[in-house]
C-alpha cells in the first residue's frame, strides 16, 4: 500500500510517499499510528495538542474525504489510493 503525503507532511516525512505493505485491510487509525511511530514529525501537522484530527487536516481514499466514510475506522485495502493532506493555515487578515 502506498501513501502519498502532501504539503508540509513531505518535508517532515523526506519524501513524497511511504509504502506500508503489511498493512492491507486496516484502517486509517492503524496506518496514522504505524506513520507516527516512523515519523514523529507528522503529528503537529495532523493533530491538536488534544489528540484529536485537525478539522483541517484530510485524509482521501480514492478522492473521497474519510470523513464522508467511516471516519479513521475506514478500511483501506492495498489497490485504494490514500492522500494525506496537513492542516493548513493563513488567508487574508
Not at 8 to 20: P, S
Not at 41 to 58: M, S, T, W
Amino acid at each position: 500500500m502506498e501513501i502519498k503525503l502532501h504539503a508540509t507532511l513531505r518535508d517532515a516525512v523526506g519524501k513524497k510517499c511511504v509504502r506500508l505493505d503489511k498493512f492491507s485491510n486496516a484502517t486509517i487509525e492503524q496506518i496514522l499510528q504505524e506513520l507516527i511511530s516512523r515519523y514523529p514529525a507528522i503529528v503537529p501537522k495532523l493533530f491538536r495538542d488534544n489528540g484529536e484530527l485537525h478539522a483541517g487536516a484530510h485524509i482521501l481514499i480514492n478522492g473521497r474525504d474519510m470523513r464522508y466514510l467511516n471516519g479513521l475506522e475506514t478500511r483501506i485495502s492495498a489497490e485504494d489510493e490514500v492522500r494525506i493532506f496537513p492542516a493548513v493555515g493563513g488567508g487574508c487578515s
